[in-house]
């Protein structure tokens, strides 16, 4: 393949989403895990998909960082879900200390590659890769956004009937709680959401999309979503390999857009093959500013707790 993609992080949603890079034939891809078995296995067994599905790209796995050396693309999904008894700060601090660690070593290796973060609490650990990294803003951030709109989208085309490809929806700010669904900028073919659905009905939309994460844990009892999230960060590598100029959701390190400076938080951007090619600004309510500001400051906040370097 003409691309290399590096993803740290062979657990549920870093091999699902080598597997879709890999059987799109996007690129070829390296798996690197501190459980260099689980990573190298993995990798042979998707291979062994190779001759029945017939691609062409090549997977490898393992605990090295040497065949990451010159990845276009770096996706990192590396760190510790929350275990009973453990506290959130618990699960900052630990994954802070992998971020820092993993990012350092990509870095090394492909001073000019892209970074995708996914790794949870997601705009705090961009901000670690960002510091570690000291790349532009172009070149390290987070997939979120994609995701929490691709939620949005089915539950609309689930509710209305319609194709799921007609529904687009924006999803801005942090990714948790706080996160802002934009029903007026949400379309079917065009049409504005509020011409099709009741004001109520477009509130539980924007709950469950705000559930969307927990609603999947609940199912699944230990582990999060993985197929959905794939999906997004494939989209978002596929975005910047192919030059696409795509308009997603990106948790974005913020330079006075939207009257935030200094943090990350979802917004809509160019994607192309220099990453963040522009933040594009969308006109905003108060309640719609508002609700962004409230995320931001929960974002400012969690990164304010970070453990000093
Ligand atoms: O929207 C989003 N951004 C998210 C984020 C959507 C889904 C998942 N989200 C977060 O991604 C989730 O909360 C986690 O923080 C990450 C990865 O989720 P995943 O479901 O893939 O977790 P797994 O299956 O536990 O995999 C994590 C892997 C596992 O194989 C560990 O061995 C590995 O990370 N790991 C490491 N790899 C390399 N280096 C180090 N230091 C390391 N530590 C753990």
Redesign the pocket.
């Given at each position: 393949m003409q691309h290399k993609v590096t993803v740290?992080?062979?657990?549920?949603?870093?091999a699902t989403t080598a597997q879709r890079i890999a059987e799109h034939e996007l690129a070829d891809v390296v798996m690197?895990?501190?459980?260099a078995d689980?990573a190298a296995g993995k990798a042979l067994d998707m291979m062994e998909a190779a001759p029945v599905l017939g691609f062409n790209a090549t997977i490898e796995g393992g605990g090295d960082y040497a065949p990451t050396a010159g990845s276009d693309v770096v996706v990192v999904?590396?760190?510790?879900?929350r275990k009973p008894g453990m506290s959130r700060d618990d699960l900052v601090s630990k994954?802070t200390e992998?971020i820092r660690?993993?990012v350092a070593r990509v870095v090394e290796r492909s001073p000019e590659t892209i970074l995708i973060m996914?790794?949870?609490p997601?705009d705090a650990m961009c901000e670690i890769a960002r510091r570690v990294s000291g790349f532009p803003r172009q070149r390290v951030f987070?997939?979120?956004g994609v995701?929490?709109a691709a939620r949005m989208r089915y539950f609309i085309a689930a509710e209305l009937k319609v194709s799921v490809e007609d529904v687009d929806a924006f999803v801005l700010g942090g990714?948790g709680d706080t996160m802002v669904p934009l029903p007026r900028y949400a379309t079917v073919n065009g049409i504005p959401l509020p011409q099709l659905l009741p004001a109520d009905r477009i509130e539980a939309i924007n709950q469950r999309t705000r559930n969307g994460?927990i609603e999947i844990v609940n199912y699944y009892k230990q582990?999060?979503?993985?197929y959905a999230?794939s999906a997004?960060v494939y989209d978002m590598v596929a975005a910047i390999l192919h030059d696409k100029k795509k308009i997603l959701p990106c948790a974005v390190y913020l330079e006075g857009e939207y009257g935030l400076h200094g943090l990350f938080v979802g917004v809509p951007v160019k994607l192309g093959r220099r990453g963040v090619e522009q933040v594009i600004e969308l006109e905003l309510t108060p309640e719609e500013k508002a609700a962004l500001d409230q995320s931001a400051e929960a974002v400012r906040g969690l990164v304010a707790s970070l453990p000093a370097s």
């Amino acid at each position: 393949m003409q691309h290399k993609v590096t993803v740290v992080g062979a657990g549920n949603v870093g091999a699902t989403t080598a597997q879709r890079i890999a059987e799109h034939e996007l690129a070829d891809v390296v798996m690197v895990d501190v459980a260099a078995d689980l990573a190298a296995g993995k990798a042979l067994d998707m291979m062994e998909a190779a001759p029945v599905l017939g691609f062409n790209a090549t997977i490898e796995g393992g605990g090295d960082y040497a065949p990451t050396a010159g990845s276009d693309v770096v996706v990192v999904t590396a760190g510790l879900a929350r275990k009973p008894g453990m506290s959130r700060d618990d699960l900052v601090s630990k994954n802070t200390e992998i971020i820092r660690e993993v990012v350092a070593r990509v870095v090394e290796r492909s001073p000019e590659t892209i970074l995708i973060m996914v790794t949870n609490p997601l705009d705090a650990m961009c901000e670690i890769a960002r510091r570690v990294s000291g790349f532009p803003r172009q070149r390290v951030f987070g997939m979120a956004g994609v995701l929490d709109a691709a939620r949005m989208r089915y539950f609309i085309a689930a509710e209305l009937k319609v194709s799921v490809e007609d529904v687009d929806a924006f999803v801005l700010g942090g990714h948790g709680d706080t996160m802002v669904p934009l029903p007026r900028y949400a379309t079917v073919n065009g049409i504005p959401l509020p011409q099709l659905l009741p004001a109520d009905r477009i509130e539980a939309i924007n709950q469950r999309t705000r559930n969307g994460g927990i609603e999947i844990v609940n199912y699944y009892k230990q582990g999060s979503a993985y197929y959905a999230p794939s999906a997004a960060v494939y989209d978002m590598v596929a975005a910047i390999l192919h030059d696409k100029k795509k308009i997603l959701p990106c948790a974005v390190y913020l330079e006075g857009e939207y009257g935030l400076h200094g943090l990350f938080v979802g917004v809509p951007v160019k994607l192309g093959r220099r990453g963040v090619e522009q933040v594009i600004e969308l006109e905003l309510t108060p309640e719609e500013k508002a609700a962004l500001d409230q995320s931001a400051e929960a974002v400012r906040g969690l990164v304010a707790s970070l453990p000093a370097s």
